[in-house]
C-alpha cells in the first residue's frame, strides 16, 4: 500500500527567510509525486510534480521541490518565503504503471510571519 | 475556462433526507473523483471513475454513491446522510498523468 507522511503539521517561518515543508512517501514502483496547496475556501491547486527526470523540479510561485529516491522524499522549498505563501500544503503520490489512485498527506499549514 | 464546478457550495441538511452533491468538468477529462478533507485527515478519497460507466471505491465509500453517464458529470450522492457524513467535500479530474484539477469545494453539515 502506498502512504505519504508529512511530519509537521505547521511551519512558521519569518518573510524573506528560505522555507522547507516536508514529505516522505511509500509506494510500489516509480512514485509520481506532487505537491499542492490549498487557500481558504478554496480548491486545492497543482504547485509542481516529479515523474521522472531532473530531482530537482520547478513549480508555480517561485517552489521548487526535490525528488530524493534514497531516503523517499520530496521536501517543498523556496528560497525567500512570502506572506502570501502561508496557505495549507499537500503532498500527494501515487505509483505508475496505471495506478489511478493517488494518496495525500495530512497537510501542513504554512505560517509565514511579516 | 478550464474549470471544475461543484454545487452547490454550502448545505446543511438532517439526517437521513437524501442529498445530491453535482460535480461538473469541461477539460473533457476521463478521470474523475471525490475525496472529503476533514482536519487532521487530509483528503481522502471516496469513489472515483475512470471514464463513462467505469466507477470504483476509494478508501472511504461507506455511505456514499456515485454514478458516471456522461464524461463532464460525475455527482455524488448520500441516500440516508448521518452526522458523521459532515465534512468538506472536494471533486477533481485528470486527464491521464496530469495534475488534477479541483472543484472549490462543498461544506455538508448534516445534523
Known amino acids: 500500500a502506498q502512504s505519504v507522511a508529512q511530519p509537521e503539521d505547521q511551519v512558521n517561518v519569518a518573510e524573506g527567510n528560505p522555507l522547507t515543508v516536508k514529505c516522505t512517501y511509500s509506494?510500489?514502483?516509480?512514485?509520481?509525486l506532487f505537491w499542492y496547496v490549498q487557500y481558504p475556501n478554496r480548491g486545492l491547486q497543482f504547485l509542481l510534480k516529479?515523474?521522472?527526470?531532473?530531482?530537482l523540479v520547478k513549480g508555480s510561485y517561485g517552489f521548487e521541490a526535490e525528488f530524493n529516491k534514497s531516503q523517499t522524499s520530496f521536501h517543498l522549498k523556496k528560497p525567500s518565503a512570502l506572506v502570501s505563501d502561508s496557505a495549507l500544503y499537500f503532498c500527494?503520490?501515487?505509483?505508475?504503471?496505471?495506478?489511478?489512485?493517488?494518496?495525500f498527506g495530512r497537510g501542513t499549514s504554512l505560517i509565514v510571519h511579516p | 475556462e478550464a474549470q471544475v464546478t461543484q454545487n452547490p457550495r454550502y448545505l446543511i441538511t438532517v439526517t437521513g433526507k437524501k442529498l445530491t452533491v453535482t460535480c461538473s468538468q469541461n477539460?473533457?477529462?476521463?478521470?474523475m473523483s471525490w475525496y472529503r478533507q476533514d482536519p487532521g485527515l487530509g483528503l481522502r478519497q471516496i469513489y472515483y471513475?475512470?471514464?463513462?460507466?467505469?466507477?470504483d471505491k476509494g478508501d472511504v465509500p461507506e455511505g456514499y454513491k456515485v454514478s458516471r453517464k456522461e464524461k463532464r458529470n460525475f455527482p455524488l450522492i448520500l441516500e440516508s446522510p448521518s452526522p458523521n457524513q459532515t465534512s468538506l467535500y472536494f471533486c477533481?479530474?485528470?486527464?491521464?498523468?496530469?495534475?488534477?484539477?479541483f472543484g472549490d469545494g462543498t461544506r455538508l453539515s448534516i445534523l
Open positions: 471513475s475512470m471514464n463513462v460507466e467505469v466507477t
Open positions: 509506494v510500489s514502483g516509480n512514485p509520481y
Open positions: 477539460m473533457n477529462h476521463e478521470y
Open positions: 516529479y515523474i521522472t527526470g531532473d530531482n
Open positions: 477533481a479530474s485528470r486527464r491521464g498523468d496530469q495534475p488534477q484539477h
Open positions: 500527494a503520490v501515487r505509483g505508475g504503471g496505471g495506478s489511478y489512485i493517488p494518496t
